[in-house]
């Protein structure tokens, strides 16, 4: 797909683009592992919620748009749990994006971003059972640090992530 990217810091008008990625990213790629209800629930969920997380500002999120249109983002921090890492908290793709080379270029942007806030290295937790986002995260230059954790979504019932972590030489 020939296009011209353009990757740029979400602001708080972003929320409706942001939440649309989300939702239809998660439902292609997620909904699998949930029940219908909870699963459409969890899809509403995310299609609402980035105006909140925009208005606090609390962390870095980076929007990319394929002309003009937003169709990936990443949202990214220090890392809670490895003190003087970053992690990213969420990285989404629309499915309509997929393949066009879209999520490679924000990849690039946020690691670059990363690096400029001083971070030597940073993590991420995907599922287990998520073939083709591992993939990215390896191609993206990310490793398996080989820690695994259970993850409840809110259902009840926990799932296998795993994490992948990248140090900037």
Request: glycine letters at 12%.
């Amino acid at each position: 797909m020939a296009g011209v990217f353009r990757v740029f810091h979400a602001s708080p008008d972003d929320g409706d683009a942001l939440g649309e990625i989300h939702a239809e990213s998660w439902k292609v790629a997620y909904t699998g592992f949930f029940s219908p209800e909870f699963g459409d629930a969890a899809v509403s969920h995310r299609r609402s919620k980035w105006h909140g997380v925009l208005a606090e500002g609390k962390d870095t999120v980076m929007l990319a748009a394929l002309d003009g249109r937003p169709l990936a983002f990443s949202y990214f921090g220090s890392s809670p749990e490895q003190p003087g890492s970053a992690e990213i908290f969420g990285f989404y793709g629309h499915p309509d994006g997929w393949g066009s080379g879209i999520a490679q270029a924000l990849m690039t942007a946020s690691l670059d971003r990363i690096r400029e806030q001083g971070f030597k290295r940073v993590h991420l937790w995907t599922l287990r059972d998520t073939p083709q986002s591992r993939r990215f995260y390896a191609k993206s230059g990310f490793a398996e640090s080989g820690a695994v954790r259970d993850h409840d979504f809110g259902d009840g019932n926990p799932i296998a992530q795993v994490e992948y972590q990248l140090i900037f030489p």
